[in-house]
């Protein structure tokens, strides 16, 4: 069976909408040499009026998709580092995703921002290795996270169809993934919809992005003493609440693992929204990155500021005594 990388997969579901769709195009910098893998081949394919080469000027031209995409074209965003999401903060929550609301629904906006390695990266430092999808959520953007190929392709296609904003981001420590795949059988995933990745009975654990790999592996250590079920939202806004309450119907105890600061985080969300509304036999707990925390440059410091398997494993063994 083929296998199919992450940044591949983000590839192939540009091309194939791209092809299907001659009203997608792809803006950014350095894409038409694609700098990332993620535009490779694009340009020769589909020629520099649709693989569009911008200057170095981020709140312009996340400016001008908006204005595309109200005048009929569905334009994808690259961006190379997270941190430029911060300078176009207001083109993306203040001006493309209200604008349909303003409009009563006559305006619709459908751009994607596809943010393909989120997060720590060896030797990126403070001001590039961010994670901040729980700021365009909070605001109410269509946010999504996947955590494999085959969810970073179908994640990816919805997101181009949809006829609002979405923001896709691509977690540095999920990029390196590979998968057996049918490409024959690459299909699009519904945003909202989460998925279970491990049944389990005793402990669910959300994990978020990449770190559904370390969640699964924590299960696997803790397989003979906890039942851990392993919970993937894929898309944080909106989030899949049925889907998590269902869980926490089997097990009555959660965990959530969320690499983003810990205060405003989603994983905060996630825990008041299953105390609120949800079925929990005992308080719930969350592994994120610290306050205020921004990655150094050293990688054993940079380590050291992730939420680790060690503090999940811990967090699991809390939750599973608790009553």
């Known amino acids: 069976m083929p296998i199919l990388s992450y940044l591949r997969a983000l590839n192939r579901a540009l091309s194939a909408e791209m092809e299907r769709d001659p009203a997608v195009c792809v803006l950014g910098e350095d894409i038409g040499i694609a700098v990332s893998n993620v535009t490779a081949g694009l340009l020769k394919r589909f020629g520099p009026e649709r693989i569009i080469d911008m200057p170095i ?21 690259e961006f190379q580092i997270p941190a430029l999401l ?33 997060g720590s990266r060896v030797g990126w430092a403070g001001q590039h290795s961010d994670h901040p999808y729980s700021l365009f959520a909070h605001v109410g953007v269509k946010t999504v996270v996947p955590a494999t190929p085959t969810d970073a392709y179908g994640l990816l296609v919805s997101a181009i169809r949809d006829d609002d904003p979405v923001i896709l981001f691509g977690p540095a420590g999920a990029v390196s993934r590979r998968e057996d795949v049918d490409f024959g059988a690459l299909a699009p995933v519904p945003l909202g919809v989460g998925l279970v990745r491990r049944p389990g ?29 392993v919970f993937d939202p894929r898309t944080l806004y909106p989030f899949d609440w049925t889907g998590l309450a269902r869980s926490l119907e089997r097990t009555g105890r959660l965990v959530v693992i969320d690499d983003s600061n810990r205060t405003c985080g989603i994983g905060g969300e996630i825990l008041a929204t299953a105390a609120e509304e949800m079925r929990l036999i005992a308080p719930p707990k969350r592994v994120t990155r610290p306050d205020g925390a921004v990655l150094p440059y050293a990688r054993q410091l940079d380590l050291a500021l992730q939420p680790t398997r060690g503090q999940l494993r811990a967090a699991i063994e809390t939750v599973a005594k608790s009553q």
Do not use: C, W
Request: aromatic share 8%.
């Open 201 to 229: 009975t005793d402990v669910t654990v959300v994990a978020v992005g990449h770190l559904v790999y370390d969640a699964l592996a924590v299960a696997d250590e803790l397989a003979d003493t906890i039942s851990v079920e």
């Open 86 to 118: 911060f300078l176009v903060f207001e083109q993306i929550a203040n001006h493309a995703h209200k604008f349909p609301l303003m409009t009563g629904g006559q305006m619709k906006v459908p751009v994607t921002y596809l943010m393909p390695s989120s």
């Open 57 to 77: 000027s981020e709140q312009a031209f996340t400016s001008f998709a908006t204005g595309a995409a109200i005048a009929g074209s569905r334009p994808v965003i």
